[in-house]
Nanobody, 127 residues
Framework: QVQLVESGGGLVQAGGSLRLSCAAS????????MGWFRQAPGKEREFVAA????????LYGDSVKGRFTISRDGAKNTVYLQMNNLKPEDTAVYYC????????????????????WGQGTQVTVSS
């Protein structure tokens, strides 16, 4: 079992920044690729960003490329999502997820590839 706890969400004005954190516990953090997904009311869950278990590869959804950055800190068992130049359409509940992978550079982008999920943190961007 892997437990994931997100934090850092909140209300921010358009153009502002937030940094989300996801603390992992229970299993070896370095065995898992980590991802962020989001879900707005009435919409399907959307891939935001993911990072390989090695930390060497990252992938981003088209809507956040150039604005969001995912990173991980093995010493703290934590993955981060730095969100800059936020837009009202970024408003959603953001979920952290962990995917067991074999290759060190695999970066899963589909929600079904992720085995463990956090409870989510709300991000609201006002215009």
């Amino acid at each position: 079992q892997v437990q994931l706890v997100e934090s850092g969400g909140g209300l921010v004005q358009a153009g502002g920044s937030l940094r989300l954190s996801c603390a992992a516990s229970g299993h070896t953090f370095s065995n898992y690729a980590m991802g962020w997904f989001r879900q707005a009311p009435g919409k399907e869950r959307e891939f935001v960003a993911a990072i390989s278990k090695s930390g060497y590869r990252t992938l981003y959804g088209d809507s956040v490329k150039g604005r969001f950055t995912i990173s991980r800190d093995g010493a703290k068992n934590t993955v981060y999502l730095q969100m800059n130049n936020l837009k009202p359409e970024d408003t959603a509940v953001y979920y952290c997820a962990a995917a067991p992978t074999i290759a060190a550079t695999t970066v899963p982008i589909n929600s079904f590839q992720y085995e463990y999920w956090g409870q989510g943190t709300q991000v609201t961007v006002s215009s």
